[in-house]
């Protein structure tokens, strides 16, 4: 799980749905603002997994995968398009990793 000064706040959140710009990657659309500090969160709806326990898996495997890759200064808000139900942690932290790979 990642800090909480390094997790996005409620407000933010709306800032980020606003005016976000958007990346694309196999599992996840990412909306991204430029900020001087990194903040990110996971959202996995009920689109994607009815259980509330397989949503909150979703996300830890999310956070988890964050904590090991560099993060860059951005706001910014990982919204799975699919559940990865074959995918395995490493699929995901790959697909993390190339969506912050094209931020410049």
């Known amino acids: 799980m990642l800090l909480k000064k390094k997790r996005v706040t409620k407000e933010l959140f709306q800032t980020v749905l606003k005016s976000g710009n958007t990346l694309s990657g196999s599992f996840f659309i990412f909306r991204y603002i ?3 500090t990194p903040q990110y969160a996971f959202v996995a709806s009920k689109k994607i997994a009815k259980r509330a326990v397989d949503r909150n898996k979703l996300r830890r495997q999310g ?8 993060l860059k200064n951005y706001l910014g808000v990982f919204f799975y398009k699919k559940h990865p139900k074959n ?6 932290k790959e697909d993390i990793a190339i969506i ?5």
């Open 34 to 36: 430029k900020q001087s």
């Open 87 to 92: 995918a395995s942690f490493k699929d995901i």
């Open 100 to 104: 912050l790979g094209k931020l410049s």
């Open 63 to 70: 956070y988890n995968s964050l904590n090991s890759l560099p």
